[in-house]
């Protein structure tokens, strides 16, 4: 098989698996809170994971990492998975699955504004458009559409919704320079990421053995969600020709997740829900190209 067509699978693989998040935390969240099904989930993933890392002999990594790679391992477990994914449930557990999903897809945008305050990163006119756009469509889902009126469906869903997107923008900030094997990486994310959230539940609530049902929906989130559908599609840049092309495929997922939501969870899809995702797509996708062709614009040949 071409490795185009390898890298096309994985990304199918990858796109499948993260349509189908948000309706199993919303299913899940019916049977058990946010804090215990974080908990379950991370371990699953970080079973999932280190069983990769040994197939694939990344562990012989760790031996060469230093006591600051710990530590930025900590670092980052606490933004993702413990802040990230709380906050995230959180939301789910407030809002319908069709509201909380598109609005966690805002990181990109708000990563733009964090570029610019904390990186000192210069404001593109296309941001501008990017930014005006995504939050449009926030508002269009947040409202319900009933933008003159501008109430909030459930303010404290949203925020938690749009603070994940805040948390999720920190990490990739914070991350993005990281050089070490991203599996092994994440990894170790989650392992500092199940030792916080297991010192959070023993604080606040203690742990409880969760029934077949909630296990089952975290065993699924931990492995398609957490786990699996990163490496799959980390497989699929590696394995792509043109990744640009390959990554563009990712616009499919929140689509796709519409369609589980109203099959699955039996969510009665909003009039506004689809014209507000399209303005959050519309404006993800349109910092992505501002960034690809205006950015760093070809040079052009001196006549003569």
């Not at 319900?144 to 603070?163: E, N, S, Y």
């Not at 923008?169 to 990894?187: K, Q, T």
């Not at 975290?218 to 092309?245: D, K, S």
């Amino acid at each position: 098989m071409r490795r185009e067509s390898q890298s096309y699978l994985f990304a199918a693989a990858a796109i499948l698996a993260w349509s189908t998040a948000a309706s199993a935390f919303k299913l899940t969240l019916g049977r058990i809170d946010n804090g215990e099904l974080l908990l379950w989930s991370s371990l699953v993933s970080v079973v999932a994971l280190g069983t990769i890392i040994v197939v694939t002999h990344r562990w012989k990594e760790f031996s060469q990492w230093h006591l600051g790679d710990v530590g930025k391992s900590l670092g980052l477990g606490a933004l993702n998975p413990f802040l990230y994914y709380l906050i995230l449930f959180r939301a789910y557990e407030l809002l319908p699955a069709q509201e909380a999903q598109p609005l966690n897809m805002v990181w990109p945008i708000v990563l733009v504004l964090l570029s610019i305050f904390i990186l000192k990163q210069p404001l593109r006119w296309y941001s501008v458009i990017a930014m005006l756009t995504g939050f449009a469509g926030v508002m269009v889902i947040s409202t319900r559409g009933d933008l003159l009126g501008f109430q909030l469906t459930d303010p404290a869903g949203v925020g938690f919704a749009l603070g994940s997107s805040l948390i999720w923008a920190l990490y990739w900030l914070f991350s993005a320079r990281d050089a070490r094997d991203p599996i092994n990486r994440l990894f170790a994310n989650f392992v500092s990421g199940l030792l916080i959230i297991t010192l959070w539940m023993g604080l606040v609530g203690g742990i409880a053995i969760p029934s077949f049902k909630a296990a089952a929906g975290a065993v699924w989130i931990g492995l398609f969600e957490m786990g699996l559908a990163f490496v799959a599609w980390l497989y699929a840049l590696r394995l792509a020709t043109n990744t640009a092309q390959v990554g563009s495929v990712i616009f499919i997922t929140p689509f796709l997740s519409l369609v589980f939501i109203s099959l699955v969870v039996g969510e009665q899809i909003y009039e506004s829900t689809l014209p507000g995702l399209m303005l959050i797509v519309a404006g993800v996708l349109s910092q992505q190209l501002g960034d690809r062709y205006c950015s760093n614009p070809p040079k052009q040949r001196r006549p003569g």
